[in-house]
Nanobody
Framework: QVQLVESGGGLVQAGGSLRLTCAAS????????MAWFRQAPGKEREFVSA????????SYAGSVKGRFTISRDNAKNTVFLQMNSLNPEDTAVYYC?????????????????WGQGTQVTVSS
């Protein structure tokens, strides 16, 4: 069972930045793909970004492309999400997820393990 622990959320003004971190308890095939999703109040969980094990392939939701950057440190079993130019529409609980699959996926049901989430609030 992989444990995922997110950190780095908080309250920030519009235009500001935050860096989210997700630490996995182990480095196995279960963390081939690492991703971030988010869920705003009253909305479904949505894909934000994902990265393959090699780090060579990344994917971003259109709403965050150019503002967010995903990266990972396999030696530390950690994935990061650098979020710049934040706006109130980015307010949500951000979840880290991992998948055994090797190919990229943007859908929640392809991911096997989830963290508890970290709150990001952007004030206008």
């Amino acid at each position: 069972q992989v444990q995922l622990v997110e950190s780095g959320g908080g309250l920030v003004q519009a235009g500001g930045s935050l860096r989210l971190t997700c630490a996995a308890s182990e480095r196995t095939f279960t963390t081939n793909i690492m991703a971030w999703f988010r869920q705003a109040p009253g909305k479904e969980r949505e894909f934000v970004s994902a990265i393959t094990r090699s780090g060579l392939i990344t994917s971003y939701a259109g709403s965050v492309k150019g503002r967010f950057t995903i990266s990972r440190d396999n030696a530390k079993n950690t994935v990061f999400l650098q979020m710049n130019s934040l706006n109130p529409e980015d307010t949500a609980v951000y979840y880290c997820a991992t998948a055994r699959r090797i190919s990229m996926s943007t859908t929640t049901y392809d991911y096997d393990y989830w963290g508890q989430g970290t709150q990001v609030t952007v004030s206008s």
